[in-house]
């Protein structure tokens, strides 16, 4: 069945530090990728996505490829800050409307000034 | 922006009590989700529902739970006799329909404790 699996965390940066959070995925067909964020006490929000191969997602300074030749979706930020701590979700989901998503474990990063 | 809530943000209940768990999806989405998150684990679908019935359930969703949509703007949760390990963080979700189905937007999360 479809899976994701994300790099174990915690992470911890330094602010203005390079940020790179590995996410790959096992699906069938062509499912459309995401990662969501979950700052401390609060839900899940959408951060950015990507529907199709080479399709780049950003936001906020946050990007991430879907990479089918290698089925990855790394999140990358070329400078966190303090208030990016949270904790990072990839997920995916099938190419059917309504499809219910798919969860890696989440990844916690802390960033200290 | 519009958003998803839910109620009550903390619901704490004794083991065999039955628990309703209301969230107000986004007033034109179509789909409807519950996922929840043991503490620690990561976070995992219960049930999708759209055109008033369940399109899809997982493993987890057994028959003591149960959803509706009463009203045409509430989407509930019902656990009909609650154990310790449904314990977990409860997440109400919906997506909009055509190109919008693509993205789920969550609301903030009913926290349940069972004791």
């Known amino acids: 069945g479809n899976s994701v699996t994300q790099m174990e965390g915690p992470v911890t940066l330094s602010e203005e530090a390079f940020l790179t959070i590995n996410c790959t995925y096992t699906?069938?067909?062509?499912?459309?990728l995401f990662w969501y964020v979950q700052y401390p006490g609060e839900g899940l929000q959408l951060l950015l996505k990507a529907t199709k191969a080479d399709d780049k997602g950003s936001n906020k300074g946050f990007e991430a490829t879907y990479r089918k030749e290698t089925t990855s979706f790394h999140l990358e930020k070329g400078s966190v800050q303090v208030s990016d701590s949270a904790v990072y979700f990839c997920?995916?989901?099938?190419?059917?409307?309504?499809?219910?998503?798919?969860f890696g474990q989440g990844t916690e990063l802390s960033v200290k000034p | 922006e519009p958003e998803v809530t839910q109620t009550p943000s903390h619901q704490v209940t004794q083991m065999g009590q039955e628990v309703i768990l209301r969230c107000v999806p986004i007033s034109n989405h179509l789909y409807f989700y519950w996922y929840r998150q043991i503490l620690g684990q990561k976070v995992e679908f219960l049930v999708s529902?759209?055109?008033?019935?369940?399109?899809?359930k997982s493993e987890i969703f057994d028959d003591q739970f149960s959803v509706e949509r009463p009203d045409g703007s509430n989407f509930t949760l019902k656990i009909r006799s609650t154990k310790l390990e449904d314990s977990a963080m409860y997440f109400c979700a919906s997506s909009g329909g055509g190109a919008g189905a693509y993205e789920q937007y969550f609301g903030p999360g009913t926290r349940l404790t069972v004791t």
């Open positions: 997920a995916l989901k099938g190419n059917n409307q309504g499809g219910k998503l798919i």
């Open positions: 699906a069938t067909g062509y499912p459309s």
């Open positions: 529902f759209y055109n008033n019935e369940i399109s899809e």
